[in-house]
């Protein structure tokens, strides 16, 4: 007898250009007052007195919540429920990349269920009551996180990302405007892309794969290698960006279900520790992961290969692997995404908190779920040898 799975995405996705215009009839199903959670980039650019706008003209009161200004901490979540609290809001607008829908979603849920975000993370505990109604529309092609169960929430005291995924997180409505995404600068384009790209390679190779996150992982994959770099060198080029919205989107479902793995896993501790952002670190660590994971799922990352053409004239499946990891450190190469010693981070300091990061790593759960499941000892070693992996060159903060 074969093994059931379970596929759960929002109740509708909203895709295309122009597609934002679907907020207007949607809030009105949710509720009457919604609470925008965004950022300060996103009032500049004027993305959110577009949403204003649209609730407006569809009846719908607004208070906003717009200090997202990192990544997602459980101190915006308490700031957020607040302002929720006090207008009375019964519906949750999230407009802007991975940190405000992660925000979004985090208040969303705990304004009904009780105590502190991180008691859920690892199913320690279960949301008992439906979340606030979240309609999330992202301005990012990367973290996939309007149509995903999960959220990322780092404990600001003890600096741990927590990784909490249960279906009340998955958002009511996701709108997917690819043209939305035009503000995106480049090394926010090659960060959320790659992240895109680890949840698409995640999800094909994990231990919780299935049909349905397979055929959605491998499309999305193939979309992010022939668009990223086109959408990074020429950031007006719509057609790039809107296959790259797409594939961040399929990508999101795909990991959902099926889960993230080992890159992950170690990425967390990177970000809560050194303040790297989430897409950055996961690239980082792309490559030197799939090598040590290659052998376990060989057979995954020659599919992967065929998928990108990478097996004319190679013989058998371990070669077309080894082009595959070599595709992904030529990509962050392109992109010119730095290791962490080029990043900055000092290697002393690293050293120091090495044990904290595999011990965290380890607790997420999602090193678990890779091909290869690492001891501790091993992430450490990983850790060290993705410091300084070199595969590229040069790298701007900027």
């Keep these: 007898m074969g093994m059931t799975n379970a596929f759960r995405v929002p109740q509708v996705i909203y895709s295309g250009r122009g597609s934002l215009q679907a907020l207007s009839d949607e809030a009105p199903r949710f509720g009457t007052k919604a609470l925008i959670v965004s950022d300060r980039i996103m009032s500049e ?13 569809a009846g719908i009161a607004c208070a906003l919540y717009a200090e997202v200004n990192t990544e997602p ?12 609290n006090e207008n009375d809001c019964d519906l949750v607008v999230a407009i802007g990349g991975g ?6 979603k985090a208040i969303a849920v705990m304004a009904v269920n009780d105590g502190y975000i991180g008691d859920y993370m690892a199913f320690r505990k279960s949301f008992t009551e439906k979340p606030i109604p979240l309609i999330a529309i992202p301005t990012t092609a990367g973290t996939g996180s309007e149509v995903t169960s999960v959220t990322v929430i780092t404990n600001t005291k003890d600096d741990i990302k927590m ?22 600068p480049p090394h926010v384009t090659a960060a959320t892309g790659i992240d895109a790209l680890c949840h698409a390679i995640e999800a094909y190779i994990s231990r919780h794969r299935q049909p349905l996150t397979d055929v959605l992982a491998l499309s999305a994959i193939e979309k992010i290698v022939n668009n990223i770099g086109k959408a990074y060198r020429d950031g007006d080029d719509l057609d790039a960006r809107e296959e790259m919205s797409i594939a961040a989107m399929q990508a999101g479902m795909a990991f959902t279900n099926a889960s993230v793995c080992l890159v992950h896993g170690m990425s967390r501790p990177i970000g809560a520790m050194f303040h790297v952002p989430h897409g950055v670190s996961n690239a980082m660590l792309l490559s030197t992961v799939m090598e040590y994971s290659k052998a376990a799922c060989l057979d995954r990352l020659a599919e992967i290969g065929r998928v990108l053409h990478l097996h004319e004239g190679v013989s058998s499946d371990e070669q077309v692997a080894d082009a595959v990891v070599r595709q992904l450190e030529q990509l962050c190469a392109d992109l010119a995404i730095p290791n962490m010693q080029q990043w900055g981070i000092d290697r002393e300091r690293f050293e120091a908190v090495l044990d904290k990061m595999a011990t965290d790593a380890i607790a997420s759960g999602s090193p678990a779920n890779n091909p290869k499941v690492p001891s501790h000892d091993e992430i450490v070693r990983l850790y060290r040898k993705a410091y300084s992996a070199a595969f590229a060159a040069t790298h701007s903060r900027s």
């Design 73 to 84: 901490t459980d101190t915006y979540v308490a700031q957020g429920l607040y302002v929720l």
């Design 99 to 104: 940190s405000c829908i992660d925000t979004a």
């Design 163 to 184: 990784m909490i995924r249960q279906p009340e997180l998955i958002p009511a409505v996701a709108i997917v405007d690819a043209e939305l995404t035009l503000s995106s």
């Design 45 to 57: 650019l004027g993305y959110v007195r577009r949403v204003e706008a649209l609730l407006t003209q």
